[in-house]
């Protein structure tokens, strides 16, 4: 009765969903207090996010694990977070990001010529690589290989499917690859990792402040596209990032991030969240999601995110600790 007993307990907890947080990368290392933040919301999963730099979109320089940079950025940065996370018993997902100067989104790198591509890629591959390495050393349960990279993939695909291969030869952990939300079908690898990475900035509703009934009524035509592409692939969809800014007609196009002054509105956020999760969460092809994005040094006393991505200080804030405890 026993033994039985905790195989029902061991196969719960293999179905428990990703109530996942991507952590911003700060200045130093975060602490015990920050971790606890995060742990108290109800997460069991937080997204670490190593930088890397470039210069140009077309330009083969990479610049990782610098002095310049913050130290949450950083191998030692990272490694110091992940420990202190564990520590309290969240998991980790790494999850490098690159950063272009110019502000060119990063789904359109393109070298000129065959020399810089080769030259770019192994940039690239010694970034992942140092970040999967110090992964495997830590445990680290979630592995992603990069963020939004569309033209590099698809531009690119013999690289990446070395790439896997090379990753996997040093890291035990579960992989996965955040592609953005209207480019994930164009990745030929999915059957390759341990879930479908998808930043999910589907555009949702049009209205100012869109009601919890018809952000679901939007979902359910993207929730039949989303199945049907997990049966193909006989894998799980992980909502790499997911999120909505605290503004009027944040549902419209939730992937805009400019500093352009809008109007606060969180109850627009509030039911955009409330719509995805009633929607998605329960389906058994949906693994779960990181929640763009969570300050470990958050200033309740600060403007600066009032109409951000951050739930902190907000009324998202107490659902989405309800909303994870209760599942």
Known sequence: MLNNFLLVF????????????????????????????????????????????????????????????????????????????QALGLKVMIKPHIWIASGAFTGNIAMTSEEDWIQFEENYKAYILAFASMAEKNKVSLFCLGTELNSFVSERTEFWCELIEEVKSIYSGKLTYAENWDKYDDVIFWDSLDYIGIDAYFP????????????????????????????DYNSKILFTEYG??????????????SRKEVSGNETAQLNLLKGLHQSIWDEDWFAGGFLW????????DSNRHHNRFTTQGKISESYLKSFFKKI
């Open 10 to 85: 061991a196969q719960d907890k293999s179905l428990t969903k990703i109530n996942g947080m991507s952590m911003v990368a700060s200045r130093s290392t975060i602490n015990d207090a920050n971790a606890k933040d995060l742990r108290d919301i109800g997460s069991n999963y937080i997204a670490v996010m190593p930088y890397a730099f470039m210069p140009k979109a077309e330009k083969a320089q990479l610049f990782f694990d610098t002095k310049r940079q913050w130290i949450g950025e950083t191998l030692a940065g990272i490694e110091s977070d992940v420990e202190t996370l």
């Open 204 to 231: 949702i509703s049009e209205n100012k402040t869109p009601s919890v009934e018809k952000v679901n009524f939007a979902w359910h035509g993207l929730k039949s596209a989303l199945k049907s592409f997990s049966k």
């Open 244 to 257: 909505y800014r605290s503004i009027d007609y944040a549902g419209k196009e939730p992937w805009e991030s």
């Open 293 to 300: 994005k969570w300050f470990p040094n958050y200033n309740s």
